[in-house]
């Protein structure tokens, strides 16, 4: 709605003018919807995999890594290792690899300063990767919640195959990271509810070590208070809190696209 717009803005009080004569001089329509098409077609982790090899498989199943390797098998060619070129002269190595899919963990493309030229260049390469190792996402693992997302959506737009072995069913490899703000006049704190560490967190806008005039700081129900960073560090300014809502909202399209490429049909 347009009290949505510029939430968590710096100065936006100096906005919200412009929001009391979009209501005033437009009629609003809500545009919403519960059901999510992607995963229309999603296939079970847990099929046989005699008839149909699934592409998201819990690492703790007894034959996930038997599944992998047929998966791989499939890419043809001999199994090496190799350099894949990508803009500014960097390269991206791949520890396993054949002619036409590559095989990584998790903490080789989420663990490292990675980025979406590296993600674009191995979705160029290969037609199919494997990722494996891949831990449950949430507020705890937010710079490697970032670049996966990231990751899924440069295979995404490639249209390249996705076999995903994760700790946890495809349903929960996200866990609730959502944020609303909880504000007077569009500038001061933001609430952000994080199921992974149990509790709700309140941004307060306060001098601090990451700016000269302002500082993110999380107060817990506890009444501890954190520094809160996007970056998952500490020092953040409130400049880049506006990004909290648009990482809430790019967990909830990477679940969505990830169970649309884990069917079947999903590939080029």
């Given at each position: ?11 936006r ?26 995963r ?11 008839s ?11 034959d996930?890594q038997?599944?992998?390797e ?15 070129p ?10 396993r ?47 490697e ?9 440069a295979?995404?737009?490639?249209k ?12 929960e490899l ?16 933001i ?16 001098g601090?070590?990451?700016s000269?005039?302002s500082?993110?700081?999380i107060?817990?129900?506890n009444?501890?208070s ?11 300014s ?5 990004a ?6 790019s ?10 490429m884990?069917?079947a049909?999903?590939?080029?």
């Open positions: 709605p347009p009290s949505g717009l510029y939430e968590g803005g710096i100065n009080s100096i906005f919200l003018p412009f929001i009391d004569t979009l209501r005033e001089r437009m009629m609003v329509f809500e545009m919403g919807g519960t059901h999510d098409y992607r229309d077609g999603l296939i079970n982790s847990d099929s046989d995999a005699s149909s090899l699934p592409p998201y498989l819990c690492s703790s199943t007894s996930s038997e599944i992998l047929l998966w791989f098998a499939k890419g043809h060619g001999e199994t090496r290792n190799e350099s894949i990508v803009a500014m002269g960097r390269s991206v190595h791949v520890k690899a054949n002619d036409s899919c590559g095989w990584f963990t998790f903490n080789e493309l989420c663990n490292l300063p990675l980025g979406a030229a590296d993600y674009i260049a191995i979705a160029d390469r290969f037609d199919m990767i494997i990722v494996e190792d891949v831990p449950q996402l949430g507020g705890n693992t937010y710079n919640a970032r670049r996966f997302v990231t990751l899924i959506d295979l995404y737009e490639a390249t195959k996705l076999i995903l072995a994760a700790d946890v069913p495809i349903d996200f866990v609730g990271f959502d944020a609303e703000v909880e504000t007077s006049d569009g500038d001061e704190e609430a952000i509810e994080d199921n992974t560490l149990g509790k709700e967190s309140f941004v307060i806008g306060e601090g070590s990451s000269s005039s500082t993110t700081l107060q817990t129900k009444g501890e954190l520094e809160w960073s996007a970056t998952g560090r500490i020092g953040v409130l400049a880049q809190l506006s909290v809502k648009e990482v809430s909202f967990f909830m399209r990477a679940g969505s696209r990830l169970a649309e884990a069917t049909s999903w590939g080029r």
